[in-house]
């Protein structure tokens, strides 16, 4: 399963991936194993889900384990965060994907949706970051690499998503400022904001969304999960070594279209 040659080099490194019982999250998983990485796949309530990518991966030829946690809980971040570094000794890579998605508009939200969203999409990526760097400088350990799993919504929000766009401008915000007061620990913080990415029985869906989202796009087709993937292999190699800080958007290029 190891693909140094295309996919960046993690091998005997142990990644830890929020949410990866999920579309997104099991392609960041998927990608990460193929780099080599021993994967702890985190879920909450997919377990059907995140036993199968468990047992994809192994059967490959990779090392995955399956881990439940309820991320809006505090002890449970670090529980899940001690439970991956113990599994091998170590831990070097976190994605903080874990997330959700939900469609209301601002004048019928209410304080408890926006606090809903903001613990399940921001304050569990606080959390399992500060049990991460933990983990990655304890006895000796040199640092790691942290990527939260952002949204082109974070600088482009849409109709529906007050909530969700503020939450993943956060997740862009905390990432540059954990990126300054962890660098001098070896720890790198970054995010990649995807675009759109297709899932099964979208466009029947959706028909409009996607294809006006296939015309803005320049390459002209809807993400997939492993491009998001790729995105975190390639922060979390030595090819990203220098790179921190910093918000790297996977949408097929329709931010660079013109809005006037």
């Known amino acids: 399963m190891p693909d140094t040659a295309t996919t960046g080099g993690l091998a005997g490194r142990v990644a830890l991936v929020t949410g990866a019982g999920g579309l997104i999250g099991g392609g960041i998983a998927r990608r990460l194993a193929r ?25 490959a030829g990779g090392h995955a384990l399956a881990v439940r946690a309820d991320l809006t809980r505090e002890e449970e971040c670090h529980r899940l965060v001690d439970a991956a570094a113990a599994w091998r000794g170590r831990l070097d890579v976190l994605v903080n994907n874990a997330g959700i998605q939900p469609v209301q508009p601002l004048a019928e939200m209410t304080a408890a949706d926006w606090r809903r969203i903001s613990e399940t999409n921001v304050t569990s990526a606080f959390c399992c970051t500060q049990a991460a ?27 529906g998503h007050a909530h969700y766009s503020a939450a ?13 007061e962890y660098g001098p620990l070896g720890i790198r913080v970054n995010t990649v904001s995807p675009g759109l990415i297709g899932r099964p ?58 809005t006037w």
Not at 135 to 144: D, F, H, I, P, V
Not at 219 to 246: Q, Y
């Open 133 to 159: 760097v933990q983990a990655m400088t304890r006895e000796g350990g040199s640092g790691g690499s942290i990527v939260h799993i952002a949204s082109i919504e974070g600088s482009n929000p849409a109709p």
């Open 35 to 59: 780099a080599g990485a021993a994967v702890v796949v985190h879920r909450h309530h997919s377990e059907q889900q995140a036993g199968a990518l468990v047992e994809e991966i192994t059967g």
């Open 168 to 180: 993943k401008a956060a997740l862009i915000m905390f990432a540059r400022s954990a990126a300054l």
């Open 201 to 258: 029985g979208l466009a029947e869906d959706w028909p409009d969304g996607v294809d006006r989202w296939t015309r803005a796009a320049p390459l002209t087709r809807l993400g997939r999960p492993e491009d998001v993937g790729d995105a975190c292999v390639f922060l979390a190699s030595d090819a990203a070594s220098w790179i921190t800080g910093t918000d790297l958007v996977v949408d097929g290029g329709v931010s660079a279209r013109p």
